[in-house]
């Protein structure tokens, strides 16, 4: 299990029956996680200070329920990056705190390459590991079929300091996209895969990881530059084991990867480690 780092305005307070009581800035909001199917050691909804519950309906979805009045669009940092964060319908608020660990290593290789990095980020939702990137010297390419969440990957960037200079946003569906890059000759030296479990294209392509994420991986194969610098695939998919990544990986790209393969998560204040998916990492000499 790989922890993320370096967090000082996001926390775990408490998990149990099924949710997890956050502190995101000054907010706390209680949201529902599926990993969490141990029992609390208090009623999370008598912790004091709550903001906003997310509240499941019997019919599917579910809404937010305020406890207080706020803004529900708001700001949180990491290290010298600052995101816009909103929340959203199904639960989300647009960042995914436990990928600070990728975010960190990412950051690392890049700055540590020595050259000028083009990373390709596909499914690249509101954009914390392009402004990761960015930061850390690249070109990045924005990829993610949603047109509010690409905008809001560039209101990400001028958040954290940064101007569009290496960035490029794309609203496409991303096989589509990578087919086209392969025809245009395009090569890039990292590639970030973060796809939804479930998912459509801007026009109702329908997308579910298990069946579509080997050939995915095979594509993007063919996009990596003569001398890569990392693959980072991500999964969120409870079915989908760190082994089971690994080996996508490891089928797919060249033989010279070395390839590691974990849960990732976050330790939270009541001294647990709350599981939040899983990536694979192929880093080459």
């Not at 149990?16 to 949201?31: I, P, S, Y």
């Not at 809404?63 to 959203?88: H, Q, V």
Request: overall charge neutral; proline content about 5%; glycine content about 10%.
């Amino acid at each position: 299990m790989k922890t993320a780092p370096s967090w000082t305005e996001y926390s775990v307070i408490a998990t149990g029956d099924g949710e997890k009581l956050e502190r995101w800035g000054n907010l706390t909001l209680l949201r529902p996680d599926p990993q969490v199917i141990w029992h609390a050691k208090k009623p999370l909804r008598s912790y004091k200070g709550i903001d906003a519950v997310y509240e499941r309906s019997s019919t599917g979805g579910g809404a937010w329920t305020f406890y207080k009045k706020f803004d529900p669009e708001f700001k949180i940092s990491w290290r010298d990056m600052t995101f816009s964060l909103k929340l959203m319908g199904f639960k989300h608020t647009g960042l995914f705190p436990e990928q600070a660990v990728n975010w960190d290593r990412m950051m690392k290789l890049i700055s540590e390459s020595g050259r000028k990095i083009n990373v390709l980020n596909l499914f690249g939702y509101t954009g914390a590991a392009s402004v990761a990137c960015l930061k850390a010297g690249a070109n990045v390419c924005h990829v993610d079929s949603a047109k509010a969440m690409v905008e809001r990957a560039g209101e990400n960037v001028k958040l954290s300091g940064l101007d569009n200079q290496g960035m490029r946003y794309i609203i496409d569906d991303c096989f589509k996209f990578c087919k086209r890059e392969i025809k245009r000759g395009k090569t890039y030296d990292a590639i970030i895969l973060d796809p939804p479990s479930f998912g459509r294209g801007p026009n109702g392509e329908k997308w579910k990881i298990e069946e579509g994420i080997s050939e995915l991986v095979e594509l993007v194969a063919s996009l990596l530059s003569d001398k890569p610098l990392f693959v980072c695939l991500n999964s969120y998919t409870t079915g989908l084991q760190p082994t089971v990544m690994a080996n996508i990986l490891k089928l797919a790209l060249p033989s010279g990867a070395k390839i590691d393969a974990d849960e990732i998560g976050i330790e939270t204040e009541e001294g647990l480690v709350l599981p939040q998916g899983c990536t694979a990492f192929a880093t080459f000499e």
